[in-house]
């Protein structure tokens, strides 16, 4: 069965990624990103719906569903995918408006879609959907210097049970993907190396984003008597289990 499925950072990296493969399946795919001319120029390559959004922002937010809700009458799968970064820093040197950037898109960001899609879906016939959180690697071990990053990460863990529980009654299904080290836009800097536990720099392997993309499709295919709660998809070598 063809899905109507919703996709935040849609214009580059993992994003994109995993709107071309949806589109490749046959679904109906609704593209967001704040970049409305990289995000425009993807969706008419895949034949999506693109609406910029800036999921920072609950009225941007509202506008998104409500287009949605016009376009296609409802939505069964929402990857919350959209977030941002600062540059490695030490804890006590790192600026309220950095928090605060980090913060507002990684964590307030996912709230305000997954809360959008949680009132779509629950008011739809029939009801229910999927929502698919990014977490990261760092939802659970954290690198030196990513202060705002990872707190925003481990929240996404909490959020991500939290609306599972909550969607229970009805037959919304919520997982998250702990991704690490894909190649994308985000990661380019480990070509020069990045912080490691014992001090050092180090450069990292990292995986083809397609494997990603294809990850978040299974999961959003699923029936929704079956739920992936957490899935963590990784370089097989980056520097994740092991001592650091």
Known sequence: MALIALITGASQGIG???????????????????????????A??????????????????????????????RIDVVFNNAGTNVPPQDVGEM??????????????????????????????DPQGGRIINNGSISAHTPRPGSAAYTASKHAISGLTKTIALDGRPYSIACGQIDIGNTASDMTARMAAGVPQADGSTKTEPTMDVTHVAQAVLRMGELPLDVNILTQTIMATTMPFVGRG
């Not at 493969?21 to 990289?38: F, L, S």
């Open 44 to 73: 008419q390559e895949l034949g999506a719906h693109a609406v910029p959004t800036d999921v920072s922002n609950p009225a941007s937010v509202a506008a998104l569903y409500k287009e949605i809700g016009t376009a296609h009458g």
């Open 95 to 124: 600026s309220f408006d950095d928090w605060r950037k980090v913060v507002s898109v990684n964590l307030d960001g996912a709230f305000l879609i997954a809360s959008g899609a949680v009132r779509m879906m629950k008011t739809q």
């Open 16 to 42: 994109l990624a995993t709107a071309r493969a949806y589109a490749q399946a046959g679904h109906t795919v609704v593209m967001a990103a704040r970049n409305a001319e990289k995000l425009t120029m993807a």
